[in-house]
């Protein structure tokens, strides 16, 4: 049992560390390779969504084909309109997404060392952070970003949307 438990540890770190080197290659940090695997990873982007989301025109169907099914869905209905309210957090997609899931698999003792490699990875983003900062190359790429997207539909098409 513990040589099962530590192959599954070795098996979690080494595909944690390939998506993180896969994904600082591309020069996007651990959301680079992880926005890829996400469906409509493009939804944070303003220049992106300006180009996408047309008021009056964009519907529910596109948005869904385009960026996957909602983190959140309110509906509130009135009598002079029926309005939809969608939510995406970004924090609910990519790495993180995929780290739930696997915590939920294996043993406790597994689970809290793949806490304690993940401390260590953050740690090491944010001083690659610090130092692109410093060095005026780029801005951060911590995969802790808390960008959220909510898009408010009319009767079924964007009505308009925020970004925060």
């Known amino acids: 049992m513990l040589n099962s438990s530590r192959t599954n540890l070795l098996f979690i770190v080494?595909?944690?560390l390939l998506v993180l080197l896969t994904g600082c290659q591309q020069g996007g940090g651990v959301n680079g390779l992880m926005d890829s695997l996400s469906p409509g990873a493009k939804k944070y982007d303003t220049a992106y969504l300006r180009q996408t989301l047309i008021s009056g025109?964009?519907?529910k169907a596109q948005v869904e084909q385009l960026f996957g099914a909602p983190y959140d869905e309110r509906?509130?209905?009135?009598?002079t309109n029926n309005r939809t309210i969608w939510t995406y957090?970004?924090?609910?997609?990519?790495?993180d997404k995929y780290m739930k899931l696997a915590h939920k698999y294996v043993s406790t003792e597994t689970s809290l060392k793949m806490y304690d490699t993940e401390a260590q990875v953050d740690k090491g983003q944010r001083m690659l952070d610090d130092a692109n900062s410093v060095a005026g190359t780029r801005k951060s790429t911590n995969s802790k970003s808390g960008t959220v997207l909510t898009i408010y539909f009319k009767d079924d098409v964007v009505d308009y949307y925020s970004i925060y």
């Open 14 to 16: 080494a595909l944690f």
């Open 57 to 59: 025109k964009t519907t």
């Open 75 to 79: 509906l509130e209905s009135s009598s």
């Open 89 to 95: 957090d970004k924090r609910e997609e990519g790495i």
